[in-house]
């Protein structure tokens, strides 16, 4: 049997591997079990980013802290100050007074966002909480569909592996060089061959020019379509 007659032959098994492997891959748990997937990560990847937001917060709550104390010992600091030595002049009594105001105002500004943070934090803290909730919960869906999933994918990769089996045997006696070709082509356009169809190419429906009309019906080399690069194969009557 001639090269494209084999070819063509082993282009109607591989038409059905590839159908095959499309509807494994539609299957609707296969689907499901993406979608979850994919909603646990998105879970895990909400936990990620909290947990990156928390310890930048930790961090400046840290400061706040430490701010907070240096400020309070500063107005201990003044106040004993004042009480060893109280100042003389009344503008002496007005300077003290607003370096109190200027002291307790930090305070209170910091206190405030310390509070504020601390809000956050908690906040923070129950969204974490929800995310992980939710993703458990998916998880133990996804475990038990993944379950009954992997028994169907066992009997479809056994359906999968006979064809690819014929494929290979329908693929006996054409050489290398022309299935490599039939796989490049494939790339672009599926199924690689075509028959001729009067003076068109079945596959994309151009006409072909005379020149490679008069190659195909002399029949000594392979013709490909110049607008789809598909092989084309004059069936032999
Ligand atoms: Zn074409």
Redesign the pocket.
């Known amino acids: 049997m001639d090269q494209l007659e084999l070819l063509w032959q082993y282009q109607q098994v591989d038409i059905e591997v590839e159908r095959y492997e499309r509807e494994m891959r539609a299957n609707p748990n296969r689907q499901k079990l993406l979608k979850q997937r994919d909603f646990i990560l998105d879970q895990q990847t909400v936990v990620k980013r909290i947990e990156g937001e928390v310890t930048v917060m930790a961090d400046r709550l840290e400061a706040l802290q430490d701010e907070v104390v240096r400020l309070r010992d500063a107005v201990s600091e003044t106040a004993a100050a004042l009480d060893a030595a109280p100042p003389q002049a009344l503008s002496g009594v007005r300077e003290n007074v607003s370096a109190f105001q200027k002291l307790l105002e930090s305070i209170t500004r910091y206190e405030a966002e310390l509070h504020k943070m601390r809000k956050d934090a908690e906040n923070r803290d129950k969204q974490q909480h929800e995310a992980r909730v939710r993703a458990a919960k998916v998880k133990g869906e996804f475990d038990q569909l993944k379950a009954a999933y992997d028994t169907e994918y066992k009997d479809q990769q056994g359906a999968l592996d006979k064809l690819k089996a014929q494929a290979q045997k329908a693929a006996e006696g054409i050489t290398p060089a022309m299935l490599d070709h039939y796989n490049t082509i494939k790339r672009h356009?599926m199924p690689p061959m075509?028959r001729l169809n009067e003076d068109?190419?079945?596959?994309?429906?151009?006409s072909?020019p005379s020149v490679v009309l008069h190659k195909i019906r002399s029949g000594s080399v392979t013709v490909?379509?110049?607008?789809?690069?598909?092989i084309?194969l004059v069936r032999q009557e």
């Open positions: 356009s075509a068109r190419c079945g596959g994309c429906n151009m072909l490909e379509c110049e607008n789809c690069g598909r084309i």
